[in-house]
């Protein structure tokens, strides 16, 4: 059982940056891909970037290629989404998600999530 838990998140100024994190524990992280998706109020979770268990794969949506950047450190189990050139429709609650061995980018393909970090971007 893989618990994961996202940090980072705050209220950034469109233009700007973010790292969030996200910390695996309970299980053998390494052996998971990893993704991030991300939630706007009335909206439908959404994918954002995911990367493969030895970080030599990643796979971002549309909107997030060129300026976001999906990373891990097996040794610390820890992934991360480093975000540049925020825009306000970035603003959303973000979550990072888990699943054993190969990338996806549907919500319902991962197995593990964490509880949510809030990113807000103002114009």
């Known amino acids: 059982q893989v618990q994961l838990a996202e940090s980072g998140g705050g209220l950034v100024q469109a233009g700007g940056s973010l790292r969030l994190s996200c910390a695996a524990s309970g299980g053998a992280a390494s052996s998971y891909s990893m993704g991030w998706f991300r939630q706007a109020p009335g909206k439908e979770r959404e994918f954002v970037a995911a990367?493969?268990?030895?970080?030599?794969?990643?796979n971002y949506a549309d909107s997030a290629k060129g300026r976001f950047t999906i990373s891990r450190d097996n040794a610390k189990n820890t992934v991360y989404l480093q975000m540049n050139s925020l825009k306000p429709e970035d603003t959303a609650v973000y979550y990072c998600?888990?699943?054993?061995?190969?990338?996806?980018?549907?919500?319902?393909?991962?197995?593990?999530w964490g509880q949510g970090t809030q990113v807000t971007v103002s114009s």
């Open positions: 990367i493969t268990p030895s970080g030599g794969s990643t």
């Open positions: 998600a888990g699943k054993f061995i190969t990338i996806a980018t549907m919500a319902s393909a991962y197995d593990y």
